[in-house]
């Protein structure tokens, strides 16, 4: 009867005399606001639905203000959704694409800047709305503030393009995340900014520590990752790379045989290129120094192609002598220059 005049405040305070229970008082929060949005008044329905919120399925209440296109009134419903904890990762999208149709930052701003205690939202769905509708900055803002350390990079350097701040990010990451996006990311990042790159790659293969740790008595010993995996890193960076394997056979000697091995062909290249005599001069000393460094012992073969294919006769004629190849250097010591196809026996 209360219904049928439509007295619904009065049926709801009689319910709550009676002590109906929640369930009770939720269908009469949906008739009343069924019949609010019937006569149109939207506004005052979305309050009704908003009291129905743990009862009514939400979808029931979504699907009539997207039908009606009352993005206002919806957004004030998933709000309360989410305050209540009790949104889903559909209606988090829903609700940032509603901001962003309505381009209120304010309220984008104050929903993504929620402290820790108070997400009522699925932050990596969160980051994938922001991204696609080209609010990047508020997507890093919550990739970084929620240790989503790949969605931070993948939009700092695919978006935004700030490769500067993503090699810092990285630098303050532990090794094992540090390392996996040096990888990852390490050729880009070359590419773009390739003096700083080669510092961290420099520190993440000798010593590292996240920077912004502090060192103390108690401080770890920094872990090192495996210098020969980031050499290709450096493709079409062969200055960066010739500083590199340089700075890691300088300070690790213990260095993996990849990175002497490239550091002499990088040397015998740079010394096959080079017309300036004085300065061909050094880069010939540079690599028969390494050639006598005691390391290619285990790939003596390798080391001789090397010297053969860029016709560095000092260095064959080192290997001959230290291998003992008495025929080969009787051969190199009567012939003006090296033949690349110089027969090779064991030493």
Known sequence: MLFRKNLFEMAINLAKSHHLDSDGLSEIFRQYGDHLYNKGNHDG???QYIRTIGKLEPSYVIRKFLDAQRIHNLTAYLQMLHLQSLANADHTTLLLNCYTKLKDSSKLEEFIKTSESEVHFDVETAIKVLRQAGYHSHAVYLAEKHEHHEWYLKIQLEDIKNYQEALHYIGKLPFEQAESNMKRYGKILMHHVPNETTEL???LCTDYRPSGVNEGPGMLEGKKANSEEFIPVFANNSRELKAFLEHMTEVQAD??????DTLLELRLQNWAH???EQIKEKLHNEALTLLKSGRFKTVFDKALVLCQMH???DGVLYLYEQGKLLQQLLSL???PSVAPTAAISEP
């Open 274 to 276: 080079e017309r300036d």
């Open 311 to 313: 016709n560095f006769k």
């Open 201 to 203: 790659l420099k520190i």
């Open 45 to 47: 329905a979305i309050q």
């Open 333 to 335: 010591e009567s012939c």
């Open 255 to 260: 260095s993996p045989q990849g990175v002497y």
